[in-house]
């Protein structure tokens, strides 16, 4: 082995109570996105320890930290994910906000402060050239959406996802390789890298009907819920016409349903995300769910207001990251527990990083049960987090190494969607509308309207 890599992961050990306790404050401390400010205090303190310097984002929780080798080269940005689930039945959720880390961001957190702890040791960055940019990054769930909306409005943030709005704010402009490792509760193997995974739109259907005593009277009502639940039972029996290999994913959930028994319900909400494995599949996926709205609202007289937001861009894995991913695992684990190739279903914004800079974005085992799920646990949070950072350590190495050959070719490359931050973001906004999907004309006649 390289005597640099062996270097790193000594340095990695020798502090891993540092990580570890990183790991097991976090899961104590779980918060949900753009609200992870004790996250963000007890890792700024433990980085200022190390004596690193950090540029905070200030009005939302995260900073980054660039560990410049002296040498002119690539910048490697390398994240850690922050922010919780709100999963109340989980036995382990705060009390409070029903918060816990059922993703795993909380060892994502601890393993990159372990690679800060890596590079502070003596020689860590001989040999190396260019820069590794470590980012604490808020709010990778696509949760609690009313609450984003609000720190739109008050103009905090423009974008949900934490990494969408850091492309936003311009950290990634100077950024050429992106990488991060996320935790997995696959109990087969102990690292996995799929090709890529699913993209999504979020969408939320306000369906408006006319409210009428419920047994007195029904016959004057117009019914909101049975509209919506026709609009899902429509969306069930396209599903036929999805195409495999596009993985297409829809799942909405009822979140108002109506307010009193007595009386028909005049409106409700169904919110979802359509899923799917490229922008192309997942826009005209969501026109037939935003036809099929439309017309189950006609159907009882209703309206519905549809409302689509730009999810996350599908992600795709560089190649020729994950082949370096993969030299690296190998010494870390036997070739059984290492699985690459295969898409997955989830989304994430690390797919968004990727339309713009070459990416991976792997998953390392230590985590138990289902990932978003009640029996989700961190049952071996030293291959979670030190081994992570380990790896982490020796990839970032071989990336900078000999005048930083490996990153330089996957640099030049690299197959990315979008030239700069400008396109993209004019890409992404124009996947936003709001707009009443069915109008009743005066001669009888009812328009649909519906866009993908
Ligand atoms: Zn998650
Ligand atoms: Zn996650």
Redesign the pocket.
């Known amino acids: 082995m390289e005597a640099l890599f062996e270097k790193l992961i000594q340095a990695v050990e020798a502090g891993k109570q540092t990580v570890l306790d990183a790991e097991r404050y976090i899961w104590k401390h779980p918060e949900a996105g753009y609200k992870e400010w004790k996250t963000h205090a007890y890792l700024k303190e433990q980085y200022e320890k190390l004596g690193y310097h950090l540029t905070e984002f200030g009005n939302i929780p995260g900073f980054y930290t660039d560990i410049d080798t002296g040498r002119p080269g690539p910048t490697v940005a390398v994240f850690g994910e922050m922010d919780s ?1 709100i999963i109340p039945s989980h036995p382990e959720a705060d009390p409070e906000t029903g918060c816990v880390h059922a ?1 795993g961001h909380n060892c994502q957190s601890a393993a990159l402060l372990g690679i800060a702890v890596a590079f502070k040791e003596k020689g860590a960055l001989d040999g190396l050239c260019g820069v590794i940019r470590l980012i604490a990054v808020p709010a ?2 696509l949760i609690d959406v009313e609450y984003r909306k609000e720190l739109r409005e008050k103009g905090v943030i423009k974008y949900f996802g934490g990494k969408v709005e850091l492309i936003y704010r311009g950290i990634l402009d100077d950024v050429d390789v992106a990488m991060m490792v996320h935790t997995t509760s696959n109990p087969q193997y102990s690292m996995t890298c799929p090709d890529g995974t699913n993209g999504c739109i979020v969408k939320k259907a306000t369906f408006i009907g006319k409210s009428s005593h419920a047994g007195g009277s029904p016959y004057l009502g117009r019914n909101a819920l049975y509209a919506a639940q026709t609009a899902m039972s429509a969306v069930n029996a396209l599903r036929e016409t999805f195409r495999d290999q596009e993985h297409i994913r829809f799942h909405p959930i009822i979140t108002e349903g109506g307010t009193v028994v007595n009386a028909i319900p005049d409106h409700v909400v169904v919110e979802s995300y359509v899923r799917g494995a490229t922008m192309d599949a997942i826009a005209s996926t969501n026109e037939k769910v935003n036809r099929a709205f439309a017309a189950a609202a006609a159907a009882f007289g209703c309206r519905v207001i549809l409302d689509d937001q730009n999810g996350y861009a599908p992600r795709f894995n560089d190649p020729n990251l994950i082949q370096v991913f993969l030299d690296a695992a190998e010494l870390f684990f036997p070739a059984s527990e290492i699985r690459v190739g295969g898409w997955g279903s ?1 989304c994430s914004d690390m797919g968004d990083v990727s339309t713009l800079i070459p990416s991976v974005h792997p998953n390392i085992g230590g985590a138990v049960g289902a ?2 799920g009640t029996d989700y646990f961190i049952a071996d949070p030293e291959k979670a987090t030190v081994t992570s950072a380990k790896l982490q350590s020796v990839v970032l190495a071989k990336l900078l190494m000999n005048d930083a050959a490996l990153a330089k070719k996957v640099i030049a490359e690299k197959k990315v969607t979008y030239a700069n931050r400008e396109e993209y973001l004019a890409a992404i906004d124009a996947l936003n509308h709001v707009y009443d999907a069915v109008s009743y004309r005066e001669n009888g006649d009812v328009a649909l309207h519906f866009i993908g």
């Open positions: 689930l993703c990778e769930e989830g990932g978003h």
